[in-house]
């Protein structure tokens, strides 16, 4: 089993910042890609920021130049730090984690979100 467990939501003024934790553990051999997802009220899940292994970054156009993904792989931990916050940012907040475990298999999991809310 791989459990993914994300951690810093909470409430914060337009303008404003905000870091969320997402930490990988279990049977894990090793780790492709780590990602945020989002999904507002009303909306499909979409993809926030990827980092994959070698450090390539992929954003979505809506928070280039505003969120910043960043890996410790040391502690199968990755972050999205979050500026200038916007009202349209309010979504539950998904981390995903993909890679390999030690049996042998690929694995794609999913932390439980945790709600950013962003208040104009």
């Known amino acids: 089993q791989v459990q993914v467990v994300e951690s810093g939501g909470g409430l914060v003024q337009a303008g404003g910042s905000m870091r969320l934790s997402c930490r990988a553990s279990g049977s894990i051999f090793s780790i492709n890609a780590m990602g945020w997802y989002r999904q507002a009220p009303g909306k499909q899940r979409e993809l926030v920021a990827v980092v994959i292994s070698g450090g390539s970054t992929n954003y979505t156009d809506s928070v280039k130049g505003r969120f910043a993904i960043s890996r410790d792989n040391a502690k199968n931990t990755v972050y999205l730090q979050m500026n200038s916050l916007q009202p349209e940012d309010t979504a539950v907040y998904y981390c995903?984690?993909?890679?390999?475990?030690?049996?042998?298999?690929?694995?794609?999991?999913w932390g439980q979100g945790t709600q950013v809310t962003v208040s104009s």
């Open positions: 995903n984690v993909q890679g390999r475990k030690y049996t042998g298999p690929a694995f794609s999991s």
